[in-house]
């Protein structure tokens, strides 16, 4: 891969493969500000457009072509951001993060048993507590500034006069956007269960909608649970959320009734523990789970098929 050549440009970016070599960073940045890997893979791809956009004298005068993709990308996310509250208002029922997959467990081989290539790994999301769904769905809630802030510096621990460089505010007030995210974090979070403990959980909860045994399913539910689906108009999906595990466990049977051929398995979702339907070998739902004091206290389904890619690819 190359440079493209130029006026004053002659030959191969000697400093390509750095540049390069912050697609991965950039990759993480974004999706934890969007919540979609589509969003993110966009987004990176503009900002090296805009890189390459400059003349090679303009770029050879970046003291840190790291520090200014980053700044470029934050800036388009932010402007993203601002867009996309507008389109979830349009958006055919409720609309959840991006659900991603762990490609060591996941992309192991095709159908007829072909082996698939490996992801790229420089497009590969880390997977860690910044990308679990409770996580992104408590994002979701903040203000486009408020997110910026926060992410860039308790994630990626920027400081905050370089956030105010993205954001376009001073330190102060970024300091104050991210304080405000935090509390909204902190509210929202439950005692996390140990990741064993949420495994045995939701293992047990596959048994018991296989064996469609609504007892069993019923005590594995926290009374207030919440399911929310996200089918994106695209397919049948609930519109709003169901509330407490009884009506739940119902309706996992009713589901289980009209896809009688549905495989349910045991899959990583967004570094979390979590299960993923399929028919006749085809991903039709992802499913990310909460879990406090031993039950389960939400569970996220992603059917929308656009938001499945990076469960079909390979």
Partial sequence: MTAPSGPGHAGPDPGLNAI???????INLAYRLLGTLADAEDVVQETYVRWYAMSHEQREAVHSPGAWLTTVAGRICLDLLGSARARRERYVGEWIPEPLPDRTEWIGGRQGGAPAEPADPADRVTLDESVTMAFLVVLESMTPAERVAFVLHDVFRY?????????GRTPGACRQLASSARRRVHASQASPAPAALRADVI?????????????????????????????????SALLRPIEGGEQIARHALAIAAMAPGMTILERTVSGQPGLVAQRDGVTVAVMAFEVADGRITHIWSVRNPEKLRPWTAG
């Fill in 159 to 167: 400081s905050f006069a370089e956030v105010a460089e993205i954001v």
């Fill in 20 to 26: 390069a070599g912050e697609r991965r960073h950039l």
């Fill in 203 to 235: 293992r047990d909860f596959r048994r018991a909608w296989e064996a469609k045994n609504i007892g069993a399913l019923i005590g594995l539910l926290a009374p207030e649970a919440t399911m929310t689906s996200d089918g994106g108009g695209l397919v």
